[in-house]
């Protein structure tokens, strides 16, 4: 079956310091969210890419989707604490509106 | 606010006591989805509700069902709860079935089994 792999599992890094989170699914994707979920919080969405080759920018967090669609990042400049959680990609091809996450990069961020 | 709202936060339970989990939401979304996520993992879908049709992921075990009252309502039921089963239980909405749209997902109900 599908797979969805992220790299790394987890990140440890200074505030300041820079971030990427890399997605690789297994099948050529139709489209991908991206979700963020706070310790001991809920997945939250915070965007979704469609196209081949899209960059989508929030502020510090650039979104990309590979030529090939078969891969994704997600990169936060200049880290602050209150970006301290786990970063999910999930796919979203397939059945309708059914999501398989990806495994997951936890981000930890200290002072 | 619109919301998705899980009760209880917590529940505590023993081993092999049915255990009902509660949904609402105010989005008026036509679908609900329940997710398993145990430490360190990702959600798992276990089921989904399009409207009142019911859509059952091949690998959820038979000890989970769920029911859809209404639009608002959606249960989680574990029928004789296992050690293994103690996880964080999400439920989500979204507007539709549509492919690309966006879930909004409860803040969980954290099970543990005694």
């Known amino acids: 079956g599908q797979q969805v792999m992220q790299i790394p599992q987890y990140q440890h890094v200074q505030e300041g310091e820079d971030f990427t989170t890399y997605c690789n699914s297994s099948?050529?994707?139709?489209?991908i969210q991206w979700y963020k979920q706070r310790p001991g919080g809920h997945p939250v969405f915070l965007i979704q890419?469609?196209?081949?080759?899209e960059v989508k920018k929030q502020k510090r967090l650039t979104f990309q989707f590979g030529e090939a669609k078969k891969n994704s990042s997600l990169h936060i400049t200049a880290t602050q604490t209150t970006d301290v959680g786990t970063y999910f990609c999930a796919d979203n091809t397939g059945t309708a509106s059914k999501l398989t996450f990806g495994t997951g990069t936890r981000l930890q961020v200290t002072l | 606010d619109a919301m998705v709202i899980q009760n209880p936060r917590y529940q505590v339970t023993q081993f092999g006591k049915p255990v009902t989990l509660s949904c609402s939401q105010t989005l008026n979304h036509n679908v609900m989805y329940w997710y398993q996520q145990k430490s360190s993992q990702a959600p798992k879908l276990l089921f989904h509700?399009?409207?009142?049709?019911?859509?059952n992921e091949a690998d959820t075990p038979d000890n989970f069902q769920s029911r859809r009252p209404n639009t608002s309502f959606c249960f989680l039921d574990i029928r004789s709860p296992g050690l293994g089963d103690a996880a964080m239980y999400l439920c989500?909405?979204?507007?539709?079935?549509?492919?690309?749209?966006?879930?909004?997902f409860g803040p969980g109900t954290r099970l543990l089994v005694l």
């Open positions: 989500a909405t979204s507007r539709d079935w549509e492919g690309s749209e966006t879930q909004y």
């Open positions: 890419l469609v196209k081949s080759g």
């Open positions: 099948t050529t994707l139709s489209n």
């Open positions: 509700y399009y409207d009142k049709d019911f859509n």
